[in-house]
């Protein structure tokens, strides 16, 4: 690399989109390496998801001491977790002190959204298009854009007349929202739905839940942690990273090594009592091995979960609204709740099922179903995220030849270890597509020190171009088709299968996600890196 490529034809040797939990962890590994890095983020602050998603009740569903960062001793000695699913509020104010005890931010733009990215074959490098106009060179890109991270709205007629107040769960306001004796429309009741509800209904004058189809929740079993608990957590630090390790998702769960059908009727109930009763994801991550593949064991867990529901819901009607019929317990990512389900005891809590009476429209005052008008002071959108490729389709990607990474992924989702695409030099991902997801964070650092092992890699050899051959491409694509082979998951419309009824062109399913274990992921990569690099195009 010239002294020409280092100071003066590019603005910056790496940008990075996006200051949550990658972004920020890859600022710190590459400021390491004494790199021109510049991150350019949307919001005014730092922390991704945690930043954007402050609606009600908004928390962590993996444990707090799981969720944060293992690089630094410091910070562990440092940070007090004060519950076991910390809310929103605390994570946030927990990636600001990363971001000022590393001094991040001065290598951070802020309300700086990215319209473009077009990769220039003359200069090799890309050229990154602010929404203000600005455009800025680099050598290497990289999006911590988060799989999460594309807010969706509903295709209904008349949302812009309504006159009371509307939000969306994952760009919520800053300042306070008022529930108190207002008439509140909660339409959606996935993971943001559930959590929104639950906590809206402590306060609300009245409730209505417009519900498409339910999900299976499960209670979250939260609680505070206590200093003398934080210290003994402090201690275990060691053990709990390497339970995550060595988990098949990253979580401080692993599935049962028994399958239902090994055991009698009376063990496997007393089991998933036992397991219901457990905080977090136990129940989804830690049950029997086969729940996920045998359609017997997955109907037998889901009938408990529904007696479940039914014991906890008063009315029966209303109970058997809240229990899926179209997809199994733990097909679908599986919400962690807090009263939820009591929460439609309240005689001002009412559900109504979208697929019996539609929405038809947004009025001025209120929402219009097929049968009746309801009028309401506030409507909230918990209606998700274009998943995994949305925040990708959002800005205009363009590769060798000007080929747009939107139209390639429409015909075929294909990536190399989730890492890069082909057609698209010098372009990293982090927790792309067909990446080991699991608990996210630990699947971050991962993936941060092995995209920064390669830039080293590439500076210490002089190469200033990465991109992975088709064949390389192909077998890596082919190998996440086959691992997620015989997992009911694949049968459902959901995030993890590509599916949103409300993004126009993804109606169709696919293999979205790596559905193998993160331990095989990382042994994977790791091959990958022992051996030079070979199976990528370097120069």
């Given amino acids: 690399m010239t002294d020409k490529d280092k100071h003066t034809e590019f603005d910056y040797d790496v940008i990075v989109i996006g200051a949550g939990m990658s972004g920020l962890y890859q600022l710190c590994r590459l400021r390491q390496r004494n790199l021109r890095v510049r991150v350019f983020e949307a919001g005014t602050g730092v922390g991704g998801t945690w930043y954007w998603n402050r609606y009600p009740g908004a928390r962590f569903d993996s444990e707090s001491y799981s969720y944060g960062y293992s690089f630094s001793q410091e910070l562990l000695d440092e940070w007090d977790w004060t519950e076991h699913f910390a809310p929103q509020p605390e994570t946030e104010r927990y990636l600001n002190y990363v971001a000022d005890k590393f001094d991040l931010r001065r290598d951070i733009q802020f309300s700086a959204r990215v319209t473009s990215a077009i990769f220039d074959e003359d200069r090799n490098c890309w050229d990154i298009g602010l929404e203000d106009g600005s455009h800025h060179r680099t050598r290497f890109l990289i999006t911590a854009v988060g799989p999460l991270s594309a807010p969706t709205m509903p295709k209904f007629e008349g949302i812009k007349d309504f006159q009371g107040e509307s939000y969306h769960t994952g760009l919520w306001p800053k300042t306070p929202v008022d529930y108190a004796g207002k008439r509140v429309a909660v339409i959606g009741t996935g ?87 457990e905080p977090g994801f136990s129940m989804w991550i830690g049950n029997f091995s086969d729940i996920l593949m045998d359609r017997e064991a997955n109907r037998l867990v889901s009938d408990f979960v529904a007696r479940k529901i039914r014991e906890r819901v008063d009315d ?221 195009m370097l120069s």
């Fill in 191 to 277: 993971a943001t739905g559930v959590q929104t509800i639950q906590e809206v209904a402590k306060t609300v004058g009245h409730l209505t839940v417009f519900q498409r189809r339910p999900n299976w929740c499960k209670p979250l079993r939260n609680k505070p942690i206590s200093k003398a608990e934080m210290a003994e957590i402090r201690k275990d630090y060691p053990n709990i990273f390497k339970r995550c390790q060595e988990s098949l998702s990253c979580f401080m769960h692993s599935p049962d090594p028994r399958k239902a059908m090994d055991v009698s009727e009376a063990e496997r109930e007393a089991f998933w009592e036992q397991q219901y009763a």
């Fill in 316 to 536: 029966p009607e209303t109970a058997e609204l809240l229990i899926p019929t179209d997809h199994g317990f733990g097909t679908r990512r599986v919400p962690q709740e807090t009263f939820y389900y009591e929460a439609y005891n309240q005689p001002n809590v009412d559900l109504v099922s979208i697929l019996k009476t539609p929405i038809e429209r947004i009025t001025p005052t209120g929402i219009q179903t097929s049968d009746r008008h309801c009028e309401f002071d506030i409507i909230i959108y918990a209606t998700g995220f274009d998943a995994i490729t949305g925040s990708f389709d959002r800005i205009d990607l363009r590769g060798v030849g000007g080929e747009s990474l939107k139209e390639k992924w429409r015909r075929a989702l294909e990536t190399y270890l989730g890492v890069q695409v082909a057609g698209f030099p010098n372009m990293f991902m982090l927790m792309g597509p067909h990446t080991a997801l699991g608990n996210i964070p630990r699947s971050i650092e991962y993936n941060v020190d092995w995209v920064t092992d390669l830039i080293d890699h590439m500076r210490e050899n002089g190469l200033t171009r990465s991109e992975p051959p088709q064949a390389s491409v192909d077998a890596w694509t082919d190998y996440v088709i086959e691992t997620s082979e015989g997992l009911l998951t694949n049968e459902i419309d959901s995030w993890m299968t590509g599916i949103n009824w409300n993004v126009e062109g993804k109606q169709k399913r696919i293999v979205a996600r790596f559905a193998g274990s993160a331990p095989y992921y990382r042994s994977r990569c790791d091959e990958v890196a022992a051996a030079g690099y070979t199976e990528l």
